[in-house]
């Protein structure tokens, strides 16, 4: 502060005339400033009043980290023992761990807060989801960890039921679930759809839409890269494009055995195939819901979904009544539903008329959906974190 005169070279300056009041009450208001700055600086940090450790052992939280939140992760290798990245959000500071080194008990727990991903597809999963959750618990007993959200890579058939105890619901000690496909329990109170999103266990990557992506016209009306199981409507699908040639102008390539792992150039394939279709055919699998529709998101390539319900117990819950894809249909997807394959020949003949610059609008609407619908899920997620674990003001 009191250097600035001499800076000017003013030899004849003199501390001690009339400038000194000036300058005392010029002082005065600078140091007021910067305690008024420092208040708020330190207001800020106490608004980040949440702190939130989310340990990923699941590949769907790759989705949540990278895709929803848009977060990084150090180091970037993907087949890193230990991953991890952090952010702000809202209130909230974000740190993501994931990796295979992230084990129950050999990490530092560095948060009041927590949020487990976990698979729950199949038994094998559960008995690995259920070591985690008991390593949860056993923190909440001992005072390290006050509260617990899940987000869960439910059952395709929606048999959850082996997660209901941990609710605290149901006197367990899980605040929050967060579960993918139209889990009958969903009630948007600690019971929350969560999409599934792309397949991360696969390496999708978060792919930024480019110009060529928005306007270049694309080489096939519409493609299907997958399995085509024994007396499915996929094999219906298959039959109907044969009948009228129109596999001529999609890129199909059916195979009859699933693959859970891609080799380098069937993926590229797969990329290639929604980023030269304008349609995306998505037959129901196991469930309605698949990675297909997200991945086709990534590429501006609309997709078709089979909008029919699968076997099982996924289906109406008190909140919704349009399942299936209760969660994307509430979300206004852009996206075109039909009941059965047979509507398709003439969605083809329509596609064949559209002007280029009609497809650029309608990849347009869709990747902003996209974009909008991740923001969204990012947006709840915080918020229904935020309420449910900051104490309450009433309180």
């Known amino acids: 502060g009191f250097t600035d005169h001499v800076a000017l070279g003013n030899e004849e300056w003199n501390p001690w005339d009339a400038d000194e009041k000036n300058e005392l009450a010029a ?3 600078r140091y007021e400033a910067n305690l008024k700055m420092i208040k708020y600086a330190r207001s800020r940090l106490e608004q980040t009043s949440l702190r939130v450790q989310i340990w990923g052992k699941a590949a769907i939280g790759l989705y949540l980290w990278q895709h929803i939140f848009g977060g990084h992760l150090e180091p970037a290798d993907v087949t890193a023992q230990w991953r991890e990245g952090s952010q702000k959000a809202g209130k909230t500071y974000f740190s993501f761990l994931t990796g295979p080194s992230v084990v129950p008990g050999y990490f530092s727990v560095e948060a009041e807060h927590v949020v487990l991903v976990l698979n729950g597809r199949e038994p094998a999963k559960i008995a690995y989801a259920t070591q985690w959750l008991h390593f949860a618990q056993t923190l909440m007993e001992t005072r390290k960890v006050q509260r617990v959200a899940v987000v869960l890579l439910g059952n395709e058939q929606c048999n959850n039921a082996w997660i209901q105890p941990y609710l605290k619901r149901n006197g367990g000690f899980v605040n929050l679930l967060f579960v993918t496909y139209d889990y009958a ?15 991360t266990y696969r390496s999708f990557p978060v792919v930024e839409p480019s110009w060529s992506m928005l306007h270049d016209p694309r080489s096939y009306l519409c493609n299907f890269l997958g399995t085509v199981y ?4 996929r094999e219906t699908l298959i039959e109907i494009l044969k009948q009228d040639g129109l596999d001529k102008l ?17 993926f590229k394939n797969y990329q290639d195939a929604l980023l030269q279709s304008d349609l995306t055919l998505c037959p129901v699998g196991i469930n309605t819901e698949c990675y297909r529709i997200y991945e086709a998101c990534s590429y501006g390539s609309l997709p078709i979904i089979e909008d029919v319900m699968t076997p099982g117990d996924c289906g109406n819950s008190s909140m919704y009544h349009n399942a299936p894809l209760q969660l994307l249909k509430t979300m206004g997807a852009p996206f075109i539903f039909i009941k059965n394959w047979k509507e398709l020949p003439a969605i083809l003949e329509k596609e064949k008329k559209m002007s280029l610059q009609e497809k650029i609008q309608r990849r347009k609407k869709l990747l902003e959906w996209y974009r909008n619908f991740k923001a969204w899920m990012r947006q709840k997620f915080i918020n229904t974190l935020e309420n449910s674990f900051l104490p309450s003001d009433k309180g």
């Open 27 to 29: 002082s005065q208001q």
């Open 185 to 199: 329990f969903v009630n948007e109170e600690d019971i929350f759809q969560w999409p599934l999103g792309v397949a």
């Open 230 to 233: 024994k007396n499915s409507s």
């Open 250 to 266: 999609c890129w199909i390539a059916a195979r009859e055995q699933w693959q859970p792992q891609e080799t380098n150039a069937s």
